[in-house]
Structure formats: structure tokens, C-alpha cells
């Protein structure tokens, strides 16, 4: 049996890790041995509490990058923010995953948002594989997409941060005397690319047909269950952050619409005044059960949370999306492209809430382009689906 080594580098939330854990878990049962490494260890501490491996720091970039545009245009220029600017800068970072790949002697890499853990796993000539959602597994064999499409960037921006981001990549495996990279998409995909995805939830839209879509990867949300406000109204559940600067406003509209809201929102959970009171408004002092809050509900608002998001539409429940970076807001207008939602940063400023409210829950097609979308995937089972993933890595190391 091999040694497999899982490595979470860049991006934050729970949901590294959770992915990470299911894999861990069926690849553990084939007999393999796993150890992990990741960017936080101490966020991640409750789910992988009962994860009985090896866990332990990755090499993450601690510094703050200058001449980086404020809002990043290609995953090149996001990149740039984590070390990839000058190969001065690249190699301390290197030299860490290197130290730790020859301390564990690993078979395989296999990264979740880790670029530097697959360059260095290239300079040893040990091979790597990814897993992830589409946002940081773009397609393969072609440059790097624009992250802000809708917006007029010029060609030579992108052309120019990729042409960046291989000369910094390929100056370290020059130096190893390893292969250099063609794409800027090969440092985030590794030797075999496993996405974790659905065309519908797709951040780049591709129309590739020899993708293999293997469908979410998420821990499934445990928490209380749910308690809703007394009354007549349609059942609202909401996972909000006060970071949103909507998310009163929004809340304000649902009780005005006479929906009984039940939110979470981790600042009131942890002390903060609430935003809204109304009897038709229950903040829960706790994360919330999902799976029995959408049995109920007639709408989900949150901001586009892989987790929140999809476990919401395989129940058939139509979503109002307040996406709070590029991540989000490009699965969220994957999600109103498919008519099972509502992406409210494509709407006009000022916004009627009320109004958007009323049509989410008035007009039919939302609710039935969501159970369409759950009765496509009807009987999607994430052990099926992480069994398929511990097969292809089988397969590449056979």
C-alpha cells in the first residue's frame, strides 16, 4: 500500500480540510497511509479531531506582497500575493515543502489549493495530483481565464502576470533541474487533475466534454437543529456575515415580506448585538443542522459557500446569493445562469430587497429549476464519489 501526503496551501474556510478528511478517510479504509499537512491547524482542529493521522504545518507565505493590483484579474496575479513574484522570494517556501516531502518519504502529493507543494514535489520528480472546485482548478492546457470577465481587461494583463508566474516557477525547477511548467494552470493541477465539481457550479463555465465532473466534496453540515419562529410565513434559513454590507438590509426585507427567518450569523453567535429584531427572526447561538433546516425551508440566503450552496439546491430549495469575493460571485452567477437562483451583485443599486424577496419565493422557476438541478444528482453519495477519487489515484500510481 502507498503513502499518500495531503496538502491544503492557499485559500481559507473549513472546507479544505473537510474535503481533505473524506479522502483521508476512503483512502485509509483501501489500506493506504495517509498524512496531512495545512495551512491552519488550529480552525481545523474540531473536524479532524477524530482523524487519526499525522497532521501537520504547511509552508505558507507570511509576508505581504507590493505592486500586486488590488483586485486580482487571473489566479497568476492571486498567486503573486502568496510568494510567486520572484523566485527569491519562492524558494524559502520550496525548500520547507522539500524538507518535509524527504521527512515523510511520500508516494504521492496530492494538493488542495497547493501550488508550491506540487512545484515542489516536481522538483523531486515525485508525482502530484489535485483536488478542489473549479475556482482553483481552471481548465487544463490553455492559458489562465480572467476571474473579472465582466470587466474590459487588457490582453497583455493577463498574457503578462501568466508569462510572470512560469518564468518565477520555472526558475526554481531550473534549479532542480526538473521539467519546467508550460501552463500557469500546471502549477494548480499537478500530474492528474480530480474536480470536485458540476458543470452548473463551475466558476469558468468551461465546455469541455472530455471532463470528468466527480460532483461537491464537503463535510456535511452537523449542528443544532433547526428552531423556527412561531407564525404562518414561509421558512427562510440564512448563514449571513456581518462583513456583508447588505446582510441588515436583507434581513429587514425577509421580515417585512412576513418570512420566519431562522439565521445564523457567527458574530451574533459570539456575542455581537443582532443587526434586526423582529418575533419572525431567531438567530441560532450554534451552526444549524442544513440537511433538516432544507427540509422546510421555501428559500436559502447565504453568500455562495460550496457547503451552504450546494446542500440547499440537492434539496431543492431556490438560493439568494450575496457573494462576498470573486470566488463566490462566479459560482453564484453559475447558479442564476441555471435559473435555481439569485446572484444579488449583478443587481441594480439601490436594491428593493422586498421586491427580490417576493420574487424568489412568488415565481415557480426558481424553485423548479432547483429541483431540477436535485433531481439530476438524485442519489449523489460523497463515499461513492470519494472512492472514485481514491481509484484515480490508485490508478496513477499502478
Given at each position: 500500500m502507498a503513502h499518500i501526503h495531503l496538502c491544503w496551501e492557499l485559500g481559507g474556510g473549513l472546507g479544505h480540510a473537510g474535503r481533505l478528511k473524506m479522502l483521508?478517510?476512503?483512502?485509509?479504509?483501501?489500506?493506504?497511509?495517509?498524512?496531512?499537512?495545512?495551512?491552519?491547524?488550529?480552525?481545523?482542529?474540531?473536524?479532524?479531531?477524530?482523524?487519526?493521522?499525522?497532521?501537520?504545518?504547511?509552508?505558507?507565505?507570511?509576508?505581504?506582497?507590493?505592486?500586486?493590483?488590488?483586485?486580482?484579474?487571473?489566479?497568476?496575479?492571486?498567486?503573486?500575493?502568496?510568494?510567486?513574484?520572484?523566485?527569491?522570494?519562492?524558494?524559502?517556501?520550496?525548500?520547507?515543502?522539500?524538507?518535509?516531502?524527504?521527512?515523510?518519504?511520500?508516494?504521492?502529493?496530492?494538493?488542495?489549493?497547493?501550488?508550491?507543494?506540487?512545484?515542489?514535489?516536481?522538483?523531486?520528480?515525485?508525482?502530484?495530483?489535485?483536488?478542489?472546485?473549479?475556482?482553483?482548478?481552471?481548465?487544463?492546457?490553455?492559458?489562465?481565464?480572467?476571474?473579472?470577465?465582466?470587466?474590459?481587461?487588457?490582453?497583455?494583463?493577463?498574457?503578462?502576470?501568466?508569462?510572470?508566474?512560469?518564468?518565477?516557477?520555472?526558475?526554481?525547477?531550473?534549479?532542480?533541474?526538473?521539467?519546467?511548467?508550460?501552463?500557469?494552470?500546471?502549477?494548480?493541477?499537478?500530474?492528474?487533475?480530480?474536480?470536485?465539481?458540476?458543470?452548473?457550479?463551475?466558476?469558468?463555465?468551461?465546455?469541455?466534454?472530455?471532463?470528468?465532473?466527480?460532483?461537491?466534496?464537503?463535510?456535511?453540515?452537523?449542528?443544532?437543529?433547526?428552531?423556527?419562529?412561531?407564525?404562518?410565513?414561509?421558512?427562510?434559513?440564512?448563514?449571513?456575515?456581518?462583513?456583508?454590507?447588505?446582510?441588515?438590509?436583507?434581513?429587514?426585507?425577509?421580515?417585512?415580506?412576513?418570512?420566519?427567518?431562522?439565521?445564523?450569523?457567527?458574530?451574533?453567535?459570539?456575542?455581537?448585538?443582532?443587526?434586526?429584531?423582529?418575533?419572525?427572526?431567531?438567530?441560532?447561538?450554534?451552526?444549524?443542522?442544513?440537511?433538516?433546516?432544507?427540509?422546510?425551508?421555501?428559500?436559502?440566503?447565504?453568500?455562495?459557500?460550496?457547503?451552504?450552496?450546494?446542500?440547499?439546491?440537492?434539496?431543492?430549495?431556490?438560493?439568494?446569493?450575496?457573494?462576498?469575493?470573486?470566488?463566490?460571485?462566479?459560482?453564484?452567477?453559475?447558479?442564476?445562469?441555471?435559473?435555481?437562483?439569485?446572484?444579488?451583485?449583478?443587481?441594480?443599486?439601490?436594491?428593493?430587497?422586498?421586491?427580490?424577496?417576493?420574487?424568489?419565493?412568488?415565481?415557480?422557476?426558481?424553485?423548479?429549476?432547483?429541483?431540477?438541478?436535485?433531481?439530476?444528482?438524485?442519489?449523489?453519495?460523497?463515499?461513492?464519489?470519494?472512492?472514485?477519487?481514491?481509484?484515480?489515484?490508485?490508478?496513477?500510481?499502478?
Amino acid at each position: 500500500m502507498a503513502h499518500i501526503h495531503l496538502c491544503w496551501e492557499l485559500g481559507g474556510g473549513l472546507g479544505h480540510a473537510g474535503r481533505l478528511k473524506m479522502l483521508a478517510l476512503a483512502l485509509r479504509e483501501r489500506g493506504h497511509r495517509v498524512s496531512m499537512s495545512l495551512r491552519d491547524l488550529v480552525q481545523t482542529d474540531r473536524v479532524l479531531a477524530d482523524l487519526d493521522v499525522p497532521v501537520l504545518q504547511a509552508p505558507v507565505w507570511l509576508h505581504q506582497a507590493m505592486g500586486v493590483p488590488p483586485a486580482q484579474a487571473s489566479l497568476a496575479e492571486i498567486l503573486f500575493l502568496c510568494g510567486y513574484l520572484d523566485p527569491g522570494a519562492l524558494r524559502g517556501m520550496v525548500r520547507g515543502w522539500r524538507a518535509l516531502f524527504q521527512q515523510l518519504q511520500p508516494d504521492l502529493v496530492v494538493a488542495d489549493y497547493a501550488p508550491t507543494a506540487i512545484l515542489a514535489a516536481r522538483c523531486v520528480g515525485m508525482p502530484s495530483a489535485s483536488v478542489g472546485i473549479g475556482f482553483y482548478s481552471p481548465p487544463a492546457g490553455r492559458a489562465l481565464p480572467p476571474l473579472r470577465d465582466w470587466e474590459a481587461l487588457p490582453a497583455a494583463r493577463l498574457h503578462n502576470a501568466e508569462a510572470r508566474l512560469l518564468q518565477t516557477a520555472n526558475a526554481i525547477l531550473a534549479e532542480h533541474r526538473a521539467p519546467p511548467l508550460r501552463w500557469g494552470a500546471d502549477l494548480l493541477l499537478g500530474d492528474q487533475q480530480l474536480l470536485c465539481t458540476w458543470p452548473e457550479l463551475d466558476h469558468y463555465a468551461r465546455q469541455d466534454a472530455g471532463a470528468r465532473w466527480l460532483g461537491p466534496s464537503f463535510l456535511p453540515q452537523t449542528g443544532e437543529a433547526p428552531q423556527w419562529p412561531p407564525g404562518e410565513g414561509p421558512k427562510v434559513f440564512a448563514y449571513l456575515k456581518s462583513a456583508h454590507p447588505d446582510h441588515e438590509a436583507v434581513l429587514t426585507a425577509l421580515v417585512a415580506e412576513g418570512c420566519r427567518v431562522l439565521c445564523y450569523l457567527p458574530e451574533i453567535a459570539a456575542g455581537r448585538p443582532p443587526p434586526v429584531s423582529s418575533p419572525l427572526l431567531r438567530y441560532a447561538r450554534a451552526p444549524v443542522s442544513l440537511q433538516e433546516a432544507y427540509r422546510e425551508a421555501a428559500l436559502c440566503v447565504c453568500h455562495g459557500g460550496e457547503a451552504t450552496l450546494v446542500q440547499a439546491l440537492l434539496a431543492g430549495v431556490p438560493v439568494l446569493l450575496l457573494p462576498m469575493q470573486a470566488e463566490q460571485f462566479l459560482m453564484s452567477r453559475q447558479v442564476e445562469r441555471h435559473g435555481a437562483g439569485l446572484n444579488a451583485a449583478l443587481l441594480a443599486r439601490p436594491t428593493d430587497w422586498r421586491r427580490q424577496v417576493r420574487r424568489l419565493l412568488d415565481e415557480a422557476g426558481w424553485r423548479q429549476a432547483a429541483q431540477a438541478f436535485a433531481q439530476r444528482y438524485r442519489g449523489f453519495d460523497q463515499r461513492q464519489m470519494a472512492l472514485q477519487l481514491v481509484e484515480a489515484l490508485e490508478a496513477q500510481l499502478a
